[in-house]
């Protein structure tokens, strides 16, 4: 839910953003089409309030709607490789703790994640005989499976 919120945020956010700097154009052209009527002091003041503000407001809430998305996304993606190199590290196979113990992660936020890519299907739960949940990256083989590893038409 959380997640679902900052999204319609940003997307509000670049909204508002665009808005603004559409404003910023047309309040350019008016005060530029009436530029006799009024003293010089005056138009600058107008061109500074209604003009350069809103679009710079409006273009860093552009690119600060944009730039989160990003930033976030490659946090993910690099939160995933270092997951994947402890799978690595560990045979293909670990548990929770062993994920939390190697990265960043709390045990709460790793056993949620493990959870979610076994329910997606990228790993295998399997349960130890001391009845520990050990997670199995089936992707991740060692370099004994990939020399024996026979062609699909072998199969």
Do not use: H
Not at 32 to 53: N, T
Not at 107 to 126: D, F, P, Q, R, S
Request: glycine share 10%.
């Amino acid at each position: 839910m959380a997640m679902r919120m900052r999204l319609i945020f940003r997307i509000l956010a670049f909204v508002v953003g665009i808005t603004l700097f559409l404003i910023s154009i047309i309040s350019f052209i008016a005060i530029s089409s009436d530029l006799k009527s009024e003293g010089y002091g005056l138009i600058i003041i107008m061109y500074i309030f209604f003009g350069i503000l809103p679009g710079l407001g409006g273009f860093f809430l552009c690119k600060w709607s944009i730039k989160a998305e990003k930033v976030k996304r490659s946090k993910y993606e690099e939160l995933e490789n270092t997951i994947f190199k402890v799978a690595e590290n560990r045979g293909g196979c670990l548990t929770p703790i062993e994920l939390a113990m190697d990265t960043d992660l709390t045990l709460e936020e790793a056993k949620a994640l493990l959870e979610k890519w076994a329910l997606n299907g990228y790993v295998t739960i399997k349960v130890s005989e001391g009845g520990a949940l050990i997670y199995d990256f089936k992707g991740i083989t060692t370099e004994t499976e990939k020399q024996t590893a026979k062609g699909v038409s072998e199969l």
